[in-house]
Nanobody, 123 residues
Framework: QVQLVESGGGLVQAGGSLRLSCAAS????????MGWIRQAPGKDREFVSH????????NYGDSVKGRFTIFRDNAKNTVYLQMNSLKPEDTAIYYC????????????????WGQGTQVTVSS
């Protein structure tokens, strides 16, 4: 079992920045990719990013490439999503995700989910 707890969401103006955090707990965390999936009102879930345990391998959705950066602090069992140059279309609930297979996160079907944190970008 893996438990994920997100924090850091909020309201920000377009062009601004936010950093989300996801604290993980459980066994064998070094086996897991971790990442982020978001869902805007009335829209399907969208893959945002994932990162390997080592941090060497990362992947991003096309809509966030060049603006968002994922990184992790394994000493704290925490993954971060630095979001810059935010746009109103980034408004969504952001969910932390974990799975032993990276593709499951990319396909928006990870085994473990956090409770979500709201990000709202005003124009």
């Amino acid at each position: 079992q893996v438990q994920l707890v997100e924090s850091g969401g909020g309201l920000v103006q377009a062009g601004g920045s936010l950093r989300l955090s996801c604290a993980a707990s459980g066994r064998a965390l070094n086996n897991y990719y971790m990442g982020w999936i978001r869902q805007a009102p009335g829209k399907d879930r969208e893959f945002v990013s994932h990162i390997s345990w080592s941090g060497v391998s990362t992947n991003y959705g096309d809509s966030v490439k060049g603006r968002f950066t994922i990184f992790r602090d394994n000493a704290k069992n925490t993954v971060y999503l630095q979001m810059n140059s935010l746009k109103p279309e980034d408004t969504a609930i952001y969910y932390c995700a974990a799975d032993v297979v990276a593709k499951e996160i990319q396909d928006r079907a990870p085994r473990y989910w956090g409770q979500g944190t709201q990000v709202t970008v005003s124009s």
